[in-house]
């Protein structure tokens, strides 16, 4: 049940962080502002997840195996969209809302 807090809480910073994704475009005011299939939300968490295999399988796995997955060329445009230090900021506010006891202060 623990982990699922844990989820719980990553998916609510990501949504956060989501909810501005202006701050951690390359181009404020241009970049994410359309609605697409792989949207900020979604190319963070897709990036979250991922695992060892070629992009289509990832898009596949995190999208469904259909004609309405984003192709290759869409996640690449969208992770060249956001700037470095999103996954930065997401990381340092997650870590904020852990419970220092979790990890004893031993990742500061």
Not at 9 to 28: C, F, G, R, S
Not at 83 to 106: I, P, T, V
Request: with cysteine; glycine share 4%.
């Amino acid at each position: 049940m623990h982990s699922d807090a844990i989820k719980t809480m990553l998916l609510a910073t990501i949504n956060e962080i989501a909810a501005a994704p202006q701050k951690y475009a390359v181009h404020p005011g241009r970049d994410f502002t359309r609605n697409r299939k792989m949207g900020f939300n979604n190319t963070i968490l897709m990036l979250l997840t991922m695992e060892a295999d070629c992009i289509k399988e990832e898009l596949y796995r995190y999208f469904g195996r259909n004609t309405n997955a984003p192709s290759k060329a869409a996640f690449y445009k969208q992770r060249k969209k956001r700037n470095k230090e999103a996954l930065a900021n997401l990381l340092l506010m997650f870590n904020s809302k852990l419970s220092k006891k979790l990890y004893n202060g031993k990742f500061e």
